[in-house]
């Protein structure tokens, strides 16, 4: 495969992980209890985020084996993945029931928050993306 198509898999996958960590998130907070939607999607929203996030990971890792850079060895793939690591608590927090609504809202703003700290990461190859104004 070109390293086109697995940035452009990435990125797609990239954008179909946030839109559902989103979707569940408001799903999860009953916003859209009684919404038709929320009964067929509450089955595959179940299994499609692994898969999704799967294919994200497996294209992440063969995106680093080919332009020859690593986390724990290039600071701002090290930064993406301390950022990953911090967006999964997060998210975790913000869509585990039982926890109190304000806890799971903020949760789930900071690991919208993240996510895009993560992207402009990504984008500016700098470990502290953008933040990077604070640090300069």
Known sequence: MSY??????????????IGGFCLRGVLRLGLAKKSALAGR????????????????????????VRIGQYPFVDAWLTAKVLGLIAYIILG?????????????IAAGLMAVVVFGWIISVALSK????FLLP???
């Open 4 to 17: 086109t198509l697995i940035k452009h898999l990435h990125v797609a996958c990239v954008i179909l992980s």
């Open 41 to 64: 999607l509450s089955g595959k929203l179940r299994w499609l985020p692994h898969v999704n996030d799967t294919v994200l990971l497996v294209a992440a890792l063969v995106l680093a």
């Open 92 to 104: 975790s927090l913000a869509l585990t029931a039982g926890r109190p609504a304000r806890l799971r």
């Open 126 to 129: 700098h470990p502290v993306g």
């Open 134 to 136: 604070i640090f300069v």
